[in-house]
C-alpha cells in the first residue's frame, strides 16, 4: 500500500481514535495507555491491519522518535525538583522533603519489588509452559522481569499529580521525588541487562566503540560545565546545544551496543536545567508523548502476540499486579518517605508509585527485543503496565476515603531538610 495511506490509517486508528475515546471517557482511562489498550485488542482479535498498511513503516519511524524525546525529557525532569502548587485561602501542609531518608525510601521500594519479581520468576515463572524465551531459563532474564515489576512510570505519574487534588498534591509530590531515583535506576538497569546480554555475542570494541566512551565523556564534562554557567543563554543557542546533546547520546549508546533510547535518557539528564525551562523544552516532550509516541505504543501493542493474549496470560499478569503491589507498597511501609504522614498517607504514596505506565512497556519492548522476554512473559508484562495504571487512581482514592486534608499554620513546611 502507498506511503500515504498507510500512514494516514496509522495515524487515524492510533492517535486520532485514542484522543477521542479519551474525550468520552476523560478520568476513566489515562489518555497516555489508549493506544497500547487497543494495538493489544486488535492483535487479540485478529484485525487484518495489515491489509491497510499498519503498521506503516513511517509511523515506525514518527513512533520512535517519539518515544526518544519522551526518554530525553524525562531525563530533563530527572535533574528537576517537582514543583508545589499553591491554593488559596489556608495554604496545604508540605512534607519536609530529606534527600537522604528520600533516597533510602527509593532504594527499599526498588530493591524489594526486584528482588521479589527476580525469585518468582527464576522458580516460577520461567518453569510455566512458553515462559522462557529463547535464550532459555537464566538468572539474566529473571532480573528482566523483576526490573519490569519493580519500575515506577515517572512521565504519567506527573500527569495524574497534577489532576490530583489540592490537598492530596502533597503526597504527589512526595511520591515525584521518589520516582526520580526510580526512573533514573530504570535506564541504568535497562543498560546494564543489554550489556549483559550482548557480553559473548561477538561485538568488538573498535574506533567506533572508543569513539562513544569519548563522547560520552564529552558530555559530562560539557553538562558539568554549562551548570555551573548560569547566566542566560539565547533560545537558539539552547535549542541547538540540547539537539547536539541528544543527537550524541543516542548515536552513543547505540555504538556501545545499548539501545538509543538509554543515551537519550542521559543526554537529558545531563543537561543544564536552568537552560532548558528558558525554552519550555518539556513541551517538546509532550508533543512526542501526545502526537507521535501514541504510535510506538500502538506499535507495541500490535507486536504482542494475539494467541497469547488469553487467560494465561493475564493470569500471570494478575499474579505479578500482587506481588508487585505488595513488595513496593510493603517496602514503602517499611521506610516511608517522609515521617509527617501517617500509615494510610504512606500507602497512598506507594499506590502513585506503583503506577508503571508507559516506562514499564518501554522496558518491556527493549528488553522483548533483546530477547530476554518471551511472547507469553512480554504480554503478561505489557497487561501488568496496563492494569497498574488504569488502577493506581482508583487505588489511592480508596486509600485516601474519608481523609480530612491536614493544613498548615502561618508558615509552610520547609521543602528541604538536613539529609
Not at 127 to 140: C, E, M, Q, V
Not at 154 to 178: D, H, I, S, T, Y
Not at 192 to 199: E, T
Not at 283 to 294: D, H
Request: hydrophobic fraction near 55%; aromatic fraction near 8%; charge should be positive.
Amino acid at each position: 500500500m502507498d506511503s500515504f495511506p498507510s500512514i494516514f490509517f496509522d495515524a487515524l486508528i492510533f492517535i486520532a481514535l485514542p484522543w477521542a475515546i479519551w474525550r468520552v471517557i476523560r478520568g476513566i482511562v489515562p489518555l497516555a495507555v489508549l493506544p497500547i489498550l487497543l494495538g493489544m485488542i486488535f492483535s487479540a482479535l485478529h484485525l487484518p491491519l495489515a491489509e491497510l498498511g499498519v503498521p506503516s513503516p513511517l509511523g515506525n519511524q514518527l513512533g520512535f522518535i517519539g518515544v526518544i524525546l519522551l526518554a530525553f525529557t524525562a531525563g530533563l525532569e530527572m535533574r528537576q525538583s517537582p514543583e508545589r502548587e499553591q491554593t488559596g485561602g489556608t495554604p496545604i501542609r508540605y512534607a519536609t522533603i530529606r534527600p537522604l531518608r528520600i533516597a533510602m525510601s527509593a532504594a527499599l521500594a526498588l530493591a524489594v519489588p526486584f528482588a521479589v519479581g527476580t525469585l518468582a520468576s527464576r522458580y516460577y515463572f520461567l518453569d510455566l509452559p512458553r515462559w522462557a524465551p529463547a535464550l532459555g531459563k537464566s538468572w539474566l532474564t529473571s532480573a528482566a522481569i523483576g526490573l519490569c515489576i519493580a519500575v515506577s512510570a515517572l512521565p504519567v505519574l506527573v500527569a495524574l499529580v497534577r489532576e490530583l487534588k489540592p490537598e492530596q498534591k502533597p503526597l504527589g509530590l512526595v511520591a515525584l521525588n521518589v520516582a526520580l531515583i526510580d526512573d533514573a535506576a530504570l535506564w541504568i538497569g535497562l543498560a546494564a541487562l543489554q550489556i549483559a546480554a550482548n557480553v559473548g555475542t561477538g561485538m568488538h570494541w573498535h574506533y567506533a566503540q572508543m569513539a562513544a566512551l569519548a563522547a560520552v565523556a564529552l558530555l559530562s564534562i560539557a553538562g558539568w560545565a554549562t551548570n555551573r554557567y548560569t547566566k542566560p543563554v539565547h533560545p537558539a543557542l539552547a535549542w541547538g546545544i540540547a539537539a547536539l546533546f541528544l543527537a550524541v547520546g543516542a548515536w552513543a549508546s547505540a555504538k556501545l551496543g545499548i539501545h538509543e533510547l538509554i543515551g537519550a535518557y542521559v543526554a537529558g539528564a545531563l543537561l543544564p536545567p536552568h537552560w532548558m525551562r528558558r525554552i519550555h523544552i518539556e513541551r517538546v516532550g509532550r508533543f512526542g508523548l501526545m502526537v507521535l509516541a501514541p504510535l510506538f505504543f500502538g506499535h507495541s501493542g500490535l507486536s504482542v502476540n494475539g494467541s497469547v493474549l488469553g487467560w494465561d496470560s493475564t493470569l500471570g499478569a494478575a499474579v505479578l499486579l500482587v506481588l508487585s503491589t505488595v513488595s513496593k507498597m510493603g517496602a514503602i511501609a517499611v521506610l516511608p518517605p517522609a515521617s509527617e504522614y501517617g500509615r494510610r498517607e504512606t500507602l497512598a504514596i506507594g499506590a502513585l508509585l506503583q503506577c508503571k505506565g508507559l516506562m514499564e512497556i518501554v522496558a518491556a519492548t527493549l528488553l522483548h527485543a533483546q530477547g530476554l522476554l518471551s511472547e507469553y512473559a512480554y504480554a503478561a508484562l505489557v497487561t501488568l503496565a496496563v492494569a497498574s495504571t488504569l488502577l493506581t487512581g482508583p487505588v489511592f482514592q480508596f486509600i485516601l476515603r474519608g481523609r480530612r486534608p491536614k493544613r498548615s499554620g502561618p508558615h509552610l513546611a520547609a521543602t528541604r531538610g538536613p539529609q
